[in-house]
């Protein structure tokens, strides 16, 4: 009996999300901190993965983690213990207001021209000139968050939940830098 495998490669999806409707084009732009494989003006893309940490104003700090392999059972549980969310958003309580009134816009990108740059972060750099393939406008960022499998929590400061999980073995991003 001979076995045939058929592997079937599905080309990803890439998004850029913005607060501004109507981008006709995305030109590429100096990258907004240091990459050294950044070489010149790039356009910045995630995939379906980890486009929950997008799904928030631009300016609004979190600290947004998952597990991974190599996470350890008492960081997962201390961190996600009964949760059944594989990704976690942390916001300041202050942010909540702003976040249930920002409009966003999720604009698929043609995903040929683009390359990893960070895995653990998500980022896709291209250096073309891209039009959008299509936009889907996001009037509650809140409700968009709940039909993915990540659990948003405000609290009353950041500080201590990055620092806590800058010492664990969890994946961990802070947008924007703060």
């Known amino acids: 009996m001979n076995l045939v495998v058929t592997i079937i490669i599905t080309p990803m999806n890439v998004y850029h999300v913005s607060e501004h409707p109507g981008i006709h084009e995305f030109v590429p732009r100096p990258a907004p901190a240091h990459y050294d ?95 959008p393939l299509s936009v889907i406008e996001i009037k509650n960022c809140l409700n968009e968050l709940a039909k993915r499998p990540v659990e948003l929590q405000f609290v009353p400061n950041l500080w201590k939940i990055a620092d806590a999980v800058a010492q664990s073995s969890l994946n961990l991003s802070t947008l924007p830098s703060f």
């Open 37 to 131: 494989q950044i070489t010149r003006p790039v356009v910045f893309a995630i995939t379906d993965t980890l486009l929950h940490n997008y799904l928030l104003p631009r300016e609004c700090p979190r600290v947004t983690l998952y597990h991974t392999p190599s996470t350890s059972d008492e960081d997962y549980e201390r961190f996600f213990g009964q949760s059944d969310a594989k990704y976690k958003i942390f916001i300041e309580d202050a942010w909540k207001q702003v976040v249930q009134n920002t409009i966003l816009y999720i604009y698929e990108l043609p995903a040929e021209s683009f390359e990893l740059l960070d895995e653990g972060a998500g980022y896709y750099i291209s250096y073309e000139v891209l039009r």
